[in-house]
């Protein structure tokens, strides 16, 4: 069994920063690819950011320049820096995750439940 638990959201001002986090847990071997989609409300979810396991990253043009991924390997943990904040960046803000079983050796990809982001303009 494996979860993917989010953390950091809240409301914030416009301009401002937050931090997301989302660690994995439970049967894993290995850890491919980790990303953070969002969904605002009425909208379809869509991609904000990724990252390889190697480090490759790859953006959303809407949030270049401003939001930042990275991971950690040895805590099964993704994170999303996001600075200068717009009200458009409003959404359910989930994490994604490609996890390898010690068992199947197969991966299979996962979502977190999500955490709410909303920016006040």
């Known amino acids: 069994q494996v979860q993917l638990v989010e953390s950091g959201g809240g409301l914030v001002q416009a301009g401002g920063s937050l931090r997301l986090s989302c660690a994995a847990s439970?049967?894993?071997?290995?850890?491919?690819?980790m990303g953070w989609y969002r969904q605002a409300p009425g909208k379809q979810r869509d991609l904000v950011a990724i990252?390889?396991?190697?480090?490759?990253?790859n953006y959303a043009d809407s949030v270049k320049g401003r939001f930042t991924i990275s991971r950690d390997n040895a805590k099964n943990t993704v994170y999303l820096q996001m600075n200068s904040l717009r009200p458009e960046d409003t959404a359910v803000y989930y994490c994604?995750?490609?996890?390898?079983?010690?068992?199947?050796?197969?991966?299979?990809?996962?979502w977190g439940k999500g955490t709410l982001v909303t920016v006040s303009s």
């Open positions: 990252i390889t396991s190697g480090g490759t990253t």
């Open positions: 439970g049967s894993i071997f290995s850890i491919g690819a």
């Open positions: 994604n995750a490609d996890i390898i079983s010690p068992v199947s050796r197969r991966p299979m990809n996962y």
